[in-house]
């Protein structure tokens, strides 16, 4: 998953996930979901709980980073190699961020 509040750099990442064979899906960053991370005991949550939780991690990161292009890459499910004995990361999503570094440098 990846959210950001700037669409060309959103598109940059989508294209090298494309070349890198390391592909994102954007998903969307709502205001409605903001209200997730409402508490009644704290300034806010950070976490918006079972519903929609990569987009309230977005959600959180949008409060504090308004004045900045950014993006969030939710690798919770793809990090880890999952199953039987296998122990490790998986490299997700290296390669895409390589890729995007690359295609900045002009490589």
């Known amino acids: ?3 950001g509040n ?3 750099l959103v598109q940059q990442l989508l294209q090298a996930g ?3 064979n390391d592909r ?5 960053l709502f205001d409605e ?3 997730q991370l409402d508490s009644p005991f704290a300034d806010m949550a950070n976490i918006g709980g079972p519903k929609a939780g990569t987009i309230t991690a977005a959600c959180f990161l949008s409060r504090f980073a308004k004045a900045y292009p950014w993006a969030h890459l939710d690798i919770a499910g793809t990090a880890w190699t999952s199953g039987g004995k296998d122990k490790g990361a998986t490299g997700r999503p290296v390669p ?3 890729q995007y570094l ?3 440098a002009g490589a």
């Open 6 to 8: 700037d669409e060309a």
């Open 33 to 35: 979901y903001q209200e």
């Open 24 to 28: 994102a899906w954007q998903l969307p």
């Open 1 to 3: 998953g990846l959210l």
């Open 96 to 98: 895409m961020l390589v």
């Open 102 to 104: 690359l295609s900045q």
């Open 18 to 20: 494309v070349q890198a």
